[in-house]
């Protein structure tokens, strides 16, 4: 037995989740033949605020597989940092 109640509270919780998966982005970073590890890495830990293992896997994940998504989120939060990483000399998009 449903209520006019209940329907609406399951109506507002999808209502939410579409919403919520349509702002999420990731921050793209994509391999080069110029930078380092070290200077990937250190750069993750600076501006994406990764701690050093992480930033570790991702680096060699952008290595081996040519591209890795180091952040998901809002388009507003991961323009800085994709201006940061880019502004280090790596390649990255908000994809």
Partial sequence: ????FDIAIEEEV???ED????????LMVYNDDFNTFDHVINTLVKVC???IHQAEQCTFLIHYKGKCSVKKGAYEE???MREGI????IKASIV
Wanted: glycine share 12%; hydrophobic share 20%.
């Fill in 1 to 4: 037995m449903s209520t006019d």
């Fill in 14 to 16: 999808k209502t939410g």
């Fill in 19 to 26: 919403i919520g998966s349509e702002s999420l982005r990731d």
């Fill in 49 to 51: 605020k990764h701690d």
């Fill in 78 to 80: 991961l323009k800085p």
């Fill in 86 to 89: 880019t502004d280090a000399g």
